[in-house]
């Protein structure tokens, strides 16, 4: 059994930041990639930001690239992500996922394990 975990989420003011924080336990390889996705109310979950099994590689959505910065020990399957320059338009619940192989995917159907997410409000 594998259980994900997110926390760190929070309302925070325009031009914030916060870092949300992730751990994977289990039964789980430590080269597997790991992901975070975000879904705000109305719209589809997507993708936000990922990194390698190795922790070398990471990926971004040109929506967060420049302002986000997704780090983390690839051994111990913790991972996390930090934000600035909030916007209205990150508030969302953002979720942590376990990759299906070590490349640092953005198609969610390439992470196989979720977390139940964590609540971000950017808000005045």
């Known amino acids: 059994q594998v259980h994900v975990v997110e926390s760190g989420g929070g309302l925070v003011q325009p031009g914030g930041s916060l870092r949300l924080s992730c751990a994977a336990s289990g039964n789980i390889l430590s080269i597997n990639a790991m992901g975070w996705f975000r879904q705000a109310p109305g719209k589809e979950r997507e993708f936000v930001a990922a990194?390698?099994?190795?922790?070398?590689?990471?990926k971004y959505a040109d929506s967060v690239k420049g302002r986000s910065t997704i780090s983390g020990d690839m051994n111990k399957k913790t991972v996390y992500l930090g934000m600035n320059s909030l916007k209205l338009e990150d508030t969302a619940v953002y979720y942590c996922?376990?990759?299906?192989?070590?490349?640092?995917?953005?198609?969610?159907?390439?992470?196989?394990?979720w977390g139940q997410g964590t609540q971000v409000t950017v808000s005045s």
């Open positions: 990194i390698s099994g190795n922790g070398y590689v990471t």
């Open positions: 996922a376990v990759g299906r192989s070590a490349i640092p995917d953005t198609e969610i159907g390439m992470y196989r394990y």
